[in-house]
């Protein structure tokens, strides 16, 4: 199985980032983090140091997915890496899998034109910069090569369309019922 990467950038969402790594690898995909900066500990949005398991230039040159974390500034941070922006063209030309989440669907995928003709979403107010996309106003969209998801809270969703494409539909039921997102009985204490 190829390795799919998670990059990070200076100001990532921390939930987006280490929720995606820890789904996928529960349901056996190898993923890494990938540091853009010179350094390997990233900081994210809210002050959270994130050791990545390997620099930029480090990464193969077949990835399985390439995953877009978002979190301001982090989105900003990667749409600015050139070498990044200039490997999701590439792999986007070969037929490879993006996803992105939270702000990166527009500040990056939809910046690069990446989106135009796809249906998408994204955390909301950053539609205007997905020219040439259908929005949705939903947790997860699945759409040719990409999956996008609208924020923090839909982590899991973006998760579970990767597992289901990547691997298959039981093994994301599977993934999500050992984490509670379907539980098969809610008893509420108030």
Not at 29 to 41: A, G, L, M, P, R
Not at 45 to 59: C, W
Not at 118 to 138: H, I, Q, R, S, W
Request: aromatic share 8%.
């Amino acid at each position: 199985m190829k390795t799919s990467y998670v990059f990070l950038a200076p100001g990532f969402e921390e939930i987006e980032a280490l929720g995606t790594v820890d789904g996928l690898r529960r349901g056996g995909i190898t993923v890494k983090t990938v540091s853009i900066t010179d350094e390997n500990t990233v900081v994210g949005a809210h002050g959270i140091p994130v050791v990545a398991d390997i620099k930029f230039d480090e990464i193969d040159d077949n990835p399985d997915w390439l995953i877009l974390p978002g979190g301001m500034p982090g989105a900003t941070n990667l749409f600015n890496c050139e070498p990044l922006t200039n490997l999701l063209i590439e792999h986007h030309k070969a037929g490879g899998h993006i996803a992105a989440i939270c702000a990166s669907p527009g500040v990056v995928l939809g910046q690069l034109g990446l989106l135009n003709g796809e249906t998408a979403t994204c955390y909301p107010g950053f539609e205007n910069l997905c020219a040439g996309a259908t929005m949705k106003d939903v947790r997860s969209v699945v759409s040719g090569q990409f999956v996008t998801a609208n924020g923090p809270s839909s982590t899991l969703n973006l998760v579970y369309e990767i597992l289901k494409i990547n691997r298959d539909k039981q093994t994301a039921d599977e993934v999500m019922q050992g984490m509670l997102l379907f539980p098969k009985q809610q008893t509420y204490y108030f």
